[in-house]
């Protein structure tokens, strides 16, 4: 059974830094691309980041550029997103997502994390 | 960037209808769209991939079709368990793109 358990989440004050974890169980972690999703509070979806499996590509938006690093450890099997210089705008529910193959969809989610940027 | 528009925004509908949402892309795709439902407080969860393939588990009710700039996201007969917001997603090129969601009410 595929499994992602995000951590991590807090309060943080704008301009601070965080990182969240993302452990993945029950698929062999290192076959698949994995992302980061977002969902601000009573809105939609936004994408965060993608690191793919083969060459271990990574992409962002243009909001998250430059701040956010995302990285995987497949020794641990778990899948980080290094947050800094974090703003207001980014507080929301972070999700974890495994990739359909190395494809930028997503076939499961975790239960999320929350990330709340205030002073 | 590709720009996803869903219609309608809200959808009322009845238990057993047939129900359709439609999502235009401002681009052509080809068929890299996925369908996403969520509940509200819970994440969301995968229904569609490359615009007509389930996610394994996901009940037949559910069907998909589309490519180029149009899809569709139908639900065969809808049951209490499938009122909920639906987006969709372009995966063509990055950054990658929702809709804005559906939301399926009650009617």
């Known amino acids: 059974e595929v499994q992602l358990l995000e951590s991590g989440g807090d309060l943080v004050q704008p301009g601070g830094s965080l990182r969240l974890s993302c452990a993945a169980s029950?698929?062999?972690?290192?076959?698949?691309?994995m992302s980061w999703v977002r969902q601000a509070p009573g809105k939609g979806l936004e994408w965060v980041s993608t690191?793919?499996?083969?060459?271990?590509?990574?992409y962002y938006p243009d909001s998250v550029k430059d701040r956010f690093t995302i990285s995987r450890d497949t020794s641990k099997n778990t899948l980080y997103l290094q947050m800094n210089s974090l703003r207001a705008e980014d507080t929301a529910i972070y999700y974890c997502a495994k990739g359909v193959g190395d494809s930028g969809t997503y076939s499961y989610w975790g239960q999320g994390t929350l990330v709340t940027v205030s002073s | 960037d590709i720009q996803m528009t869903q219609s309608p925004f809200l959808l009322s509908a009845s238990v057993g209808d047939r129900v359709t949402i439609t999502c235009r892309a401002s681009?052509?795709?080809?068929?890299?769209l996925a369908w996403f439902q969520q509940k509200p407080g819970k994440a969301p969860r995968s229904l569609i991939y490359a615009a007509s393939s389930l996610q394994g588990g996901v009940p037949s009710k559910f069907s998909g079709s589309g490519s180029g700039t149009d899809f569709t996201l139908t639900i065969s007969s809808l049951q209490p368990e499938d009122f909920a917001t639906y987006y969709c997603q372009q995966y063509y090129s990055y950054p990658v793109t929702f809709g804005q969601g559906t939301k399926v009410e009650i009617k």
């Open positions: 029950g698929f062999t972690f290192s076959s698949y691309a």
């Open positions: 690191i793919h499996n083969s060459g271990g590509n990574t």
């Open positions: 681009q052509g795709i080809g068929n890299y």
